[in-house]
């Protein structure tokens, strides 16, 4: 847990002052009744000192899920469709699968079908796979083949 400015900056000294003061009033003085009301009804459940002084309490612990990486999820029986994905970089793969996120989420089709387009002027090869398919299957491909499976 880490404490900083809500702007995400780093909290200054007098940051921390201003929290610790107020929490003799939200805490201590009241056993915690005006902390936890202050918590529960306001827009951002924060204590009446993190609002004072501009500061907000972060979760700084790195939580890395397999999107987060080049690495699709593949089943031990997965069967790969196009072996020459170990001609690819494990950079080409990551520009590959963010290109591909990025125009998923918004719906550039446009983005996509050029996305297609180089990924087969890469591996030398044509599909007959729609555009989203095909990049899909290219990833799942690229992490069977480079995993050791």
């Known amino acids: 847990m880490r404490v900083v400015k809500i702007d995400g900056s780093p ?31 306001t827009e951002k459940n924060e204590r009446r000192g993190d609002s004072a002084s501009d500061t907000i309490v972060i979760d700084a612990r790195k939580k890395t899920k397999i999107s987060h990486t080049i690495l699709e999820e593949v089943d031990h029986s997965y069967e790969p469709t196009f072996m020459m994905v ?19 989420e918004s719906l550039d089709f446009k983005a996509l079908h050029q996305l297609r387009n180089k990924v087969e002027q890469l591996l030398q090869t044509n599909s007959e796979l729609r555009d989203g398919i095909f990049i899909r299957t290219v990833l799942k491909d690229y992490t069977y083949l480079t995993q050791g499976r």
């Open 11 to 41: 909290a200054r000294w007098s940051d921390y002052l201003t929290t610790w003061i107020i929490r003799l009033i939200d805490i201590w003085s009241t056993n915690g009744g005006v902390g936890i009301i202050a918590i529960i009804f």
């Open 86 to 104: 170990n001609n690819l970089s494990d950079n080409d793969v990551n520009e590959i699968k963010e290109i591909y996120r990025l125009a998923e």
